[in-house]
């Protein structure tokens, strides 16, 4: 009697048990445009100077990301011994946002104001968020969390580099109080891990081929 050999039998069994498959990785993807009002901030009365915010071109994205919601550059003449101010001059945020699958969308409105003074060759400004800083929306099936970020102060009018506004958007995550977010994390299990199974398993079954070969050898 001719003995078939087990191993597409192995094969099929480790599969089954260890649930291995092909890794997949499923991103949301969505488009954003950010929109400014004003385009520039300017000095109190009597200044020469202000602040510019860009506009920020449609953008598409997946999963959750950063964003760069606006750079900011000073202009000025003013000497250092009669700077230009800033008192107290808001400024609003518009967030387009939209669930590329399902092709709903919305726009989100934050806001702020800067303070401070500025020179020809100097730079000194703050900026307070005003309103909400966190808003969460449905869009199709998806959750998105925009968190307005951090805040990079604007340079002398001489800088090459910008300052700038980003946010964070957090695709189907909670953000946590902190501004941040992510994954819970499941508690441990007291039920054996899917490795240590699989390698039990597979012990089982190599000890089944030994017997076979065994065998196979004796009626030979």
């Known amino acids: 009697m001719k003995l078939l050999s087990p191993f597409p039998l192995v094969v099929a069994s480790f599969v089954v048990v260890t649930g291995i498959q092909p ?3 499923d991103f949301v993807a969505w488009t954003y445009n950010w929109g400014r009002t004003p385009i520039a901030v300017l000095s109190d009365a009597g200044g020469t100077g202000g602040i510019t915010l860009t506009d ?10 950063d964003i760069v919601a606006t750079n900011l550059r000073t202009f000025s003449s003013a000497a250092r011994a009669n700077p230009d101010h800033i008192t107290n001059k808001a400024y609003s945020l518009n967030l387009f946002l939209q669930d590329d699958i399902s092709g709903k969308s919305t726009t989100l409105a934050f806001g702020g104001k800067f303070n401070g003074t500025m020179t020809a060759y100097s730079s ?12 969460k929306v449905e869009l199709g099936d998806h959750t ?11 340079g002398p009018p001489s800088a090459v580099n910008a300052g700038s506004i980003t946010a964070h958007i957090f695709v189907d995550e ?7 977010g992510g994954t819970q994390v499941p508690p ?8 240590s199974m699989a390698l039990g398993s597979l012990g089982f079954i190599l000890i089944g081929m030994a017997g076979w070969r065994k065998r196979r050898i004796g009626l030979a």
């Open 144 to 154: 998105y969390t925009v968190v307005l970020g951090s805040y990079a102060p604007p």
């Open 124 to 135: 000194n400004i703050t900026n307070t968020f005003t309103g909400v800083t966190t808003q």
């Open 56 to 65: 920020e071109s449609t953008q598409h994205a997946s999963g959750s990301s």
């Open 174 to 180: 909670p953000a946590t109080s902190g501004g941040g």
């Open 188 to 195: 441990p299990s007291d039920a054996p891990e899917p490795t």
């Open 23 to 25: 890794a997949r990785a």
